[in-house]
């Protein structure tokens, strides 16, 4: 069977998005983004399935960093509801618990229902490891914030579902592989992802992206980032519709290169289906 690389224990979400988006693989747990992205680079995985940003948290800064260091492509993307539930020992009680473990990023989604049941957090490394955790002590007074899946691996009954502040809660990954895809622009919206760094003269960003709006090209996102801990040295990430082969794409590509100093071009890949209900 393929295989699939992510970051976290078994039950993380990035797990869960690996069995939702390609059920057909076999998943290999990473203990950090770099060993992920190695274990495609070496052809101990296939794939990667990695997550580059979240709907309430915003962008995963280490990946942003890692994706124009590395020969790997992105080949498709994958938008995660996350659905934090209350995870404790089996016959545990939601009105004796009084301390949750879990990501900080989980705590503070889920602020508001910790703040109406006066929990006490506890910040843990990740969402899996800290049910995994929970499962270890068998307190019933300690729960974890984690997936239904960790609840799954590690025995632990869910109390309460759905417990995130904001329902909109949603993670992008996107799946990495050695080789790039190549999809039809006629079958459907294709994204481009790219990275560059514009030359340092006046309104070098401005000209540089005049070429996108007089080509009528979608720019979806645009984010910026400091290199090397300058303060005067900065790359920018950004997401199009269209692909690079198309006249409009092609002729805005072509200003761009002539007022930066860098474009490299990330994956050109099929458009995920959840953008075009709206999300």
């Given amino acids: ?11 993380a979400y990035s797990h869960l998005a690996c069995r939702e988006s390609l059920p057909d693989h076999t998943t290999v747990a990473c203990e950090s983004f770099e060993d992920a992205f190695e274990s495609v680079v070496q052809g101990r995985a296939d794939v990667a399935m990695i997550p580059i940003e979240n709907s309430v948290a915003g962008r995963v800064a280490d990946v942003h960093h ?61 969402t899996a490891g800290a049910a995994a955790e929970v499962a270890r002590l068998g307190d019933p007074t300690r729960a974890a914030i984690a997936s239904s899946l ?10 309460e579902q759905s417990i995130e502040d ?29 990275v560059f760094q514009v030359r340092n003269v006046p309104a070098a960003l401005y000209k540089a992206l005049g070429g996108f709006a007089t080509n009528r090209v979608n720019m979806v996102k645009l984010e910026s980032y400091m290199l090397d801990g300058s303060f005067s040295a900065t790359q920018f990430y950004a997401d199009i519709e269209g692909h690079p082969a198309t006249p409009s794409v092609r002729l805005a590509f072509e200003e761009l290169g002539f007022f930066s100093r860098r474009v490299k071009v990330l994956g050109v890949y099929p458009a995920n289906p959840f953008r075009s209900r709206g999300g």
């Fill in 150 to 159: 960790a609840a799954e691996f590690y025995g632990l009954d869910i109390l």
């Fill in 66 to 126: 890692l994706l124009p260091e590395t020969d790997l492509n992105i080949v498709a993307e994958h938008f995660q509801a996350v659905r934090h539930c209350l995870l404790a020992p089996r016959g545990a009680r939601l009105d004796g618990v009084r301390t949750v473990h879990s990501h900080v990023q989980a705590l503070g989604q889920c602020r508001r229902y910790l703040r109406e049941h006066k929990l006490r957090p506890t910040v843990h490394a990740d």
């Fill in 1 to 11: 069977m393929p295989t699939v690389a992510f970051q976290g224990q078994p039950g």
């Fill in 166 to 194: 904001a329902h909109h809660n949603t993670t992008r990954f996107v799946v990495l592989a050695r080789e790039p895809a190549d999809p039809d622009p006629e079958s459907g919206l294709v994204m481009t992802s790219f």
